[in-house]
């Protein structure tokens, strides 16, 4: 039932909020929108993330200690999935235009907004990620019947499929050495977590089971590969070698951990804790010590992504 309702979700994203909420009630949770990130070499930065408040959606960005809560953008538009460049300069996210979603980035401070996608054609275009170099973004492309990953030059140009099943894909995380390209694979029965090499030759599964897997996030070193998992009574964090083996639980909390993301050192991972009356931003130690809050309001924050400096 979840990962069915997830899917429609998905396929329909004009309706995604709707969705959601309906998500909610048959399932008991709630499930913000779901990005991939890679965590790209660095020193620690600020936390990107989205925080809701009524019908405002707008980016922001925190230490992780907390401080320094700052908005880039302000507007009513709804956006979504800020992914960081690689040099932890810009911020490319989702915003809804006209009738659609299309890909968008920004410098850190919110000026010089430029469009990356722009259709007319109503497909939704989300969940960006760079590659390492900084010359590329990788997204999902729907169009109400199947949802492809695509990838664009950063300036808008040559836009190129990745991938072509008869299944659909979400969601890309870019490989820190640019090798590969994990995504959410819809298998017919559940989600699992594929890669693929960016010129797009057969996907191989990093995850195979039962259970829907989700938010493939990878490690700075690119040796792991962070996600979230249904366990049959909420969503915890999990991590996996890249092919495939070695799995190892992050997160036993209570209540939903959702969307990991690295830290550009290797030593944290940001994530949506889901609580009773908000979603806040925590971090943790990749061997799950040491839970930390990050965001303490009363509003839903999700979608974190961590700069790399």
Excluded: C
């Excluded at 009630?25 to 709630?30: E, P």
């Excluded at 600020?46 to 700052?70: C, H, Q, W």
């Excluded at 590659?131 to 030059?153: L, Q, Y």
């Excluded at 890309?172 to 390209?181: E, F, L, M, V």
């Amino acid at each position: 039932m979840i990962a069915e309702t997830m899917r429609r979700v998905r396929r329909n994203t004009g309706g995604l909020f709707l969705a959601l909420a309906l998500t909610a009630l048959l399932a008991g949770i709630w499930v913000p929108m779901l990005p991939a990130s890679a965590g790209f070499p660095g020193r620690n930065g600020k936390i990107a993330f989205m925080s809701r408040d009524g019908l405002k959606r707008n980016v922001y960005t925190i230490n992780p200690d907390g401080t320094e809560r700052t908005r880039p953008t302000d507007n009513l538009k709804v956006k979504g999935g800020p992914a960081w460049s690689p040099n932890g300069k810009k911020i490319a996210f989702w915003s809804y235009n006209r009738s659609d979603l299309d890909i968008v980035k920004m410098d850190a401070d919110g000026t010089g907004l430029t469009r990356v996608t722009d259709n007319t054609t109503n497909e939704n275009e989300d969940g960006p990620a760079w590659s390492p170099n900084g010359n590329k973004i990788a997204f999902t492309r729907s169009d109400g019947h199947d949802s492809e990953i695509f990838v664009i030059s950063a300036d808008g140009t040559k836009r190129r499929r990745i991938t072509n099943n008869s299944r659909d894909d979400f969601h890309p995380a870019w490989s820190p050495n640019g090798n590969k390209i994990a995504f959410e694979h819809w298998d017919g029965h559940d989600y699992e977590i594929f890669k693929i090499d960016p010129h797009g030759t057969t996907g191989t599964a990093i995850t195979d089971n039962s259970r829907d897997d989700f938010s493939p996030a990878w490690s700075p070193t690119g040796s792991k590969v962070a996600f979230m998992r249904w366990d049959g009574h909420d969503y915890e964090i999990f991590k996996i070698n890249p092919i495939g083996t070695k799995l190892t639980r992050v997160t036993s909390t209570p209540r939903d951990d959702l969307s990991p993301a690295w830290s550009p050192q290797g030593n944290g991972i940001a994530f949506i804790l889901r609580g009773r009356q908000d979603d806040e931003i925590y971090t943790i130690n990749p061997d799950g010590s040491d839970l930390s809050r990050v965001t303490d309001n009363s509003k839903d924050d999700y979608s974190p992504d961590w700069q790399p400096l």
